[in-house]
């Protein structure tokens, strides 16, 4: 009976099909990603040169960075009032967005295009994310008769929802053959739409990386990525490149990703020598004008660098970007030269507009969007809190909800601020000591 009895499997026996079945999954996993020409049939325009029709690209020696929930219309036009010659960018619109929203794509792509009190937001760049060629050529077709600027195509979002779920934004940095593919289908897309020379740019990160110090996060391979995009066939002759690495996979929040990794400004200053004929824009990690003309300046660190693009600190002090066209471009006449009281009359004109047209469609909610960027327009001043704060009673109190927004902004500003702070021109030092109100403040939070 012992004789007959069978064999016990051993026990690397048993784990042994497990083990090559892993390996083969992590074997072809790696194929997928390191040659992305076989993960989908190219786009029927793919070989097709596009050659050099481009308009002139906008002057970016200064630019807004895209962000979302902030970068909307209301944001552009008051950072408008500041400075005429810095490039604004749009929120990214995602291409099935546009496709799928076209009776409301005016939500979308409309903008303040003719004068309005001698503010348009041009030069304004609209930047849509995507991963599928066909779409993002639609997308395009539709947005072209409102002639954007320049188109950007983001590679550079780190969130999960875009790079994961959505696989675009960063991710697209390890797919240079379907990127490619993409600015193609761009460019068809103006054509059909009637822009055919509107410009095409990239936003990326400087890498990818999903928690190892893989090739992506190397030089060679970012170098590699911007020159099949400039000296292929999609011809791309400007980058916004944010000086970080996308950190993929290890559930980076977006914030985590604008801080944690380190920033490698030298990187981009390497990309504009090897590559002397294709235009990169720094960003990251840059809150100043002072900082700007330290890096870029005449006699700046990467002198090389065309321009630099900054995101949070514009929405977070939006006043200290009034200076812009005088200590960037060094065109003093072009510069608005607004004081506070000034930008606060002409945005809230802009605003009892705005309202009235939405009101008229019958969304009610465009009173809290108008007045989101006027929250930090008097950080660091006195009683810069109270103002922030008391914005919300023209939402919250029903008396303040029923005034056109003009009017509350001047009674606002009147009865929280100091004269001085209201009445100040862009670069005038604040006061060491200020002149005390005969009258109480309506909101008292003095900082």
């Known amino acids: 009976l012992a004789q007959n009895r069978p064999k016990p499997r051993s026990r690397t026996g048993a784990y042994a099909w497990p083990a090559v079945l892993i390996g083969l999954s992590i074997a072809i996993r790696g194929l997928w990603l390191w040659f992305p020409k076989w993960r989908r049939p190219r786009a029927k325009w793919s070989m097709l040169s596009t050659g050099s029709q481009e308009s002139p690209h906008p002057d970016e020696r200064f630019a807004f960075a895209p962000m979302m929930d902030y970068t909307d219309r209301h944001f552009r036009f008051l950072t408008r009032l500041l400075t005429k010659r810095g490039v604004l960018y749009t929120e990214m619109v995602p291409a099935n967005t546009i496709i799928h929203q076209s009776d409301n794509v005016e939500r979308w792509l409309r903008y303040t295009d003719e004068a309005r009190e001698g503010f348009s937001e041009h030069p304004v760049v609209l930047q849509l994310g995507g991963s599928t060629p066909e779409q993002l050529r639609d997308a395009t077709e539709i947005a072209a008769p409102y002639h954007y600027d320049a188109i950007n195509l983001n590679c550079g979002c780190p969130s999960e929802r875009v790079s994961g ?184 004109r802009y605003c009892d507009e705005e309202e009235e047209r939405a009101l008229a469609t019958g969304y009610q909610g465009a009173r809290r969007q108008l007045l989101k960027p006027l929250q930090n327009l008097f950080l660091g001043e006195y009683n810069g809190k109270g103002w922030r704060r008391f914005l919300d009673s023209a939402i919250t109190d029903p008396e303040y909800a029923a005034m056109p927004i003009s009017l509350f902004l001047k009674m606002a500003s009147e009865g929280c601020l100091l004269e001085e702070t209201l009445d100040r021109l862009p670069g005038v030092p604040k006061p060491d000591i200020f002149v005390p109100r005969d009258q109480p403040f309506l909101c008292n939070d003095a900082q």
């Open 165 to 348: 779920k959505g696989a675009f934004g960063a991710v697209l940095m390890r797919e240079p053959v379907l990127v490619e593919d993409i600015v193609l289908g761009l460019r068809q897309g103006l054509s059909a739409g009637g822009s055919p020379t509107t410009p095409v740019t990239i936003k990326c990160r400087i890498g990818t990386d999903e928690g190892t110090e893989d090739v992506l996060t190397k030089y060679d391979n970012l170098a590699g990525f911007v020159e099949k995009l400039s000296e292929g066939p999609a011809k791309v002759q400007r980058f916004q490149v944010h000086a970080r690495k996308a950190v993929l996979g290890m559930k980076f929040s977006p914030e985590d990703n604008r801080k944690i990794p380190p920033l490698r400004y030298e990187w981009v200053a390497q990309l504009a020598k090897d590559f002397p004929n294709v235009a990169f824009v720094l960003n990251g990690g840059i809150n100043s004008i002072p900082e700007i003309q330290h890096l870029i300046g005449k006699d700046g660190l990467y002198p090389q660098i065309r321009g630099v693009m900054s995101g949070r600190a514009t929405a977070k002090n939006p006043w200290h970007w009034a200076m812009v066209d005088k200590e960037l471009y060094g065109d003093e006449a072009a510069q608005p030269n607004l004081s506070r009281r000034q930008v606060l009359a002409i945005y809230g």
